[in-house]
T-cell receptor, first 114, second 115 residues
Framework: DTGVSQDPRHKITKRGQNVTFRCDPI?????LYWYRQTLGQGPEFLTY????????KSRLLSDRFSAERPKGSFSTLEIQRTEQGDSAMYLC????????????FGSGTQLSVL | AQKITQTQPGMFVQEKEAVTLDCTYD???????LFWYKQPSSGEMIFLIYQGSYDEQNATEGRYSLNFQKARKSANLVISASQLGDSAMYFC????????????FGAGTRLAVHP
């Protein structure tokens, strides 16, 4: 029984570079979420997928950010032209379809933009 | 807009004692859900306990219980018999109305358990 997997765990990049993160949810979960967490803060919602459809995007998700979930399985989050303000922990979570089902989180990808 | 407030940036507790972590929320929805998550230094968010707004009894999960006071809009987490492994960040979160589990999180409380 595997949980939510995220890769890589850590990413260091130079400002202006593109980065891509991957999330593998729990296999039977059709809902997938991306959150961003900065130091000393709680996670902030970025986007939500139900199966392969991206149903909501936060205003935090600028046009430099794009997320996909092809075939409703794994998801990728890409950040283009990274900025120092993008440095944060990016958390992926998944849940089943029931209304009050809890979210299962991965260990996150810590991004540092130099 | 929905909001979660955790007013305790840090808490200390002696091993084997009980500790209460505060959480207040603001919502105009009648139906909502409240969650507590634990985040150890490894970074993973670990689900602890859930309380639905229509649940009449306070939720309990092992050493964790949720002191739900609906009129006061508070959902405090009580950890009984603290253990050294309980040292972590603790986040209160609320499920927004909308049919899926989008959560709004508070800023968290760092708990340190001393031997």
């Amino acid at each position: 029984d595997t949980g939510v997997s995220q890769d890589p765990r850590h990413k260091i990049t130079k400002r202006g570079q593109n980065v891509t993160f991957r999330c593998d949810p729990i296999s039977e979960h059709n809902r997938l979420y991306w959150y961003r967490q900065t130091l000393g803060q709680g996670p902030e919602f970025l986007t939500y997928f139900q199966n392969e459809a991206q149903l909501e995007k936060s205003r935090l998700l600028s046009d430099r950010f794009s997320a996909e979930r092809p075939k409703g399985s794994f998801s990728t989050l890409e950040i283009q032209r990274t900025e120092q303000g993008d440095s944060a922990m990016y958390l992926c979570a998944s849940s089943a379809a029931q209304g009050n089902e809890k979210l299962f989180f991965g260990s996150g990808t810590q991004l540092s933009v130099l | 807009a929905q909001k979660i407030t955790q007013t305790q940036p840090g808490m200390f507790v002696q091993e084997k004692e009980a500790v209460t972590l505060d959480c207040t929320y603001d919502t105009s929805d009648q139906s909502y859900g409240l969650f507590w998550y634990k985040q150890p230094s490894s970074g993973e968010m670990i689900f602890l306990i859930y309380q639905g707004s229509y649940d009449e009894q306070n939720a309990t999960e092992g050493r964790y219980s949720l002191n739900f006071q609906k009129a006061r809009k508070s959902a405090n987490l009580v950890i009984s018999a603290s253990q050294l492994g309980d040292s972590a960040m603790y986040f209160c979160a609320m499920r927004e109305q909308g049919g899926y589990n989008k959560l709004i999180f508070g800023a968290g409380t760092r708990l340190a358990v001393h031997p």
